[in-house]
């Protein structure tokens, strides 16, 4: 089925976690042979840990994942409402974060 086709993209970013481990960031798309460009709902976002062995970089992971446009729905939409009023539950029960709380984690 991708007999003729060609993997179209390469590295965004590289993060050196160690010497030797590595993140890798990139998008791709596979471009069919009858297609001149890649249409943008086949774009997709690769995550790789590599690690350098003695035969060269090695993949231990990989995640591949398309690329989707997030929206964000208008605060008056349900699902802006519906977030705020279990926002509003969950702190009325003493549970999640309160305004102004300060985030120990940082």
Request: net charge positive; aromatic share 2%; no cysteine.
């Amino acid at each position: 089925m991708l007999a003729g086709s060609m993997l179209v993209g390469g590295p965004e970013a590289v993060r050196h976690l160690t010497a030797d481990v590595a993140v890798l960031h990139g998008t791709a798309s596979v471009l069919m042979p009858w297609r001149s460009e890649l249409p943008k709902r086949r774009l997709s976002r690769q995550t790789l840990v590599v690690v350098r062995t003695e035969r060269g970089w090695l993949i231990s992971a990989l995640h591949n994942g398309r690329v989707r446009p997030v929206a964000l729905p208008a605060p008056d939409a349900f699902p802006s409402r519906m977030s705020r009023a279990m926002s509003r539950i969950s702190r009325r029960l003493g549970r999640g974060r309160r305004r102004g709380a300060t985030d120990l984690a940082h």
